[in-house]
Nanobody, 124 residues
Framework: QVLLVESGGGSVQAGGSLRLSCAAS????????MGWFRQAPGKDRDFVVG????????MYADSVKGRFTISRDNNKNTWYLQMNSLKPEDTAVYYC?????????????????WGQGTQVTVSS
């Protein structure tokens, strides 16, 4: 059984930082792209960032460029989202996802496995 488990969410004031982790089990994802998505209350789930299997290619939503950084550790089957300069509009449930393809992608349909989500709340 494949499981993706996020951790690191919480509440922070605007301007603060959080680091999310996503640990995968049940399958090795070292040859697949990974990503993070988020869903704010009353809104659709949106793409945040994606990373290729090697980490050599990344994609960021315009709203997070320069503030968020994705990374991965294939030895640990884990990937991370460092979030700096957080804003209230970053408040959402954040989901990690594993792609069925090796590249970085913003397309949700390319992601095969999803975590259960972790809440991030940024107060002003």
């Amino acid at each position: 059984q494949v499981l993706l488990v996020e951790s690191g969410g919480g509440s922070v004031q605007a301007g603060g930082s959080l680091r999310l982790s996503c640990a995968a089990s049940g399958r090795t994802f070292s040859r697949y792209g990974m990503g993070w998505f988020r869903q704010a209350p009353g809104k659709d789930r949106d793409f945040v960032v994606g990373i290729s299997w090697s980490g050599g290619s990344t994609m960021y939503a315009d709203s997070v460029k320069g503030r968020f950084t994705i990374s991965r550790d294939n030895n640990k089957n884990t990937w991370y989202l460092q979030m700096n300069s957080l804003k209230p509009e970053d408040t959402a449930v954040y989901y990690c996802a594993a792609s069925r393809l090796p590249g970085a992608s913003a397309q949700q349909r390319e992601y095969e496995y999803w975590g259960q989500g972790t809440q991030v709340t940024v107060s002003s």
